[in-house]
């Protein structure tokens, strides 16, 4: 994948995998950027699904790029979460990462009690509609 220029997401790879991909990349002559495209990092007593700190220093060393998830989280959750990859990204290479696909759930609407509630707030936006006719 690197040699065709391909992006390489690491996100849903395990920690042995994801490790062995960061070191092919790094050997790569200049580095070769990875993508982590929805995640948040790791704290004390985390799993596999989110990042360890020292696997997204690597990934900002080699110039890549860090989508910080926003599945059910608040505004402020979701600010507090990207202030905290910024430093360990070297403050560069951080986006939003949504992953609003159908599995992931949503940003929790800061005025819903409940995960039910948010869920009627986006539901508006799911809704099927009349197209304009293309001409």
């Known amino acids: 994948m690197m040699k065709l220029g391909m992006l390489i997401d690491v996100d849903h790879m395990s920690d042995r995998t994801r490790s062995r991909t960061i070191e092919l990349a790094e050997r790569v002559p200049g580095g070769y950027p990875l993508v982590m495209g929805h995640n948040g990092l790791r704290g004390p007593g985390g799993n596999e699904r ?20 926003t599945a059910n989280t608040t505004p402020a959750e979701f600010v507090a979460n990207f202030a905290a990859v910024w430093p360990v990204m070297a403050e560069r290479g951080v986006a939003v990462g949504t992953d609003a696909n159908g599995f992931e759930q949503l940003p929790r609407h800061t005025r819903s009690t409940d995960s039910r509630t948010s869920d009627s707030f986006y539901a508006r936006f799911f809704a099927p509609r009349e197209s304009a006719p293309i001409r």
């Open 50 to 69: 989110s990042a360890p700190p020292e696997a997204v220093s690597r990934i900002a060393a080699l110039d890549g790029l860090f989508g910080v998830g």
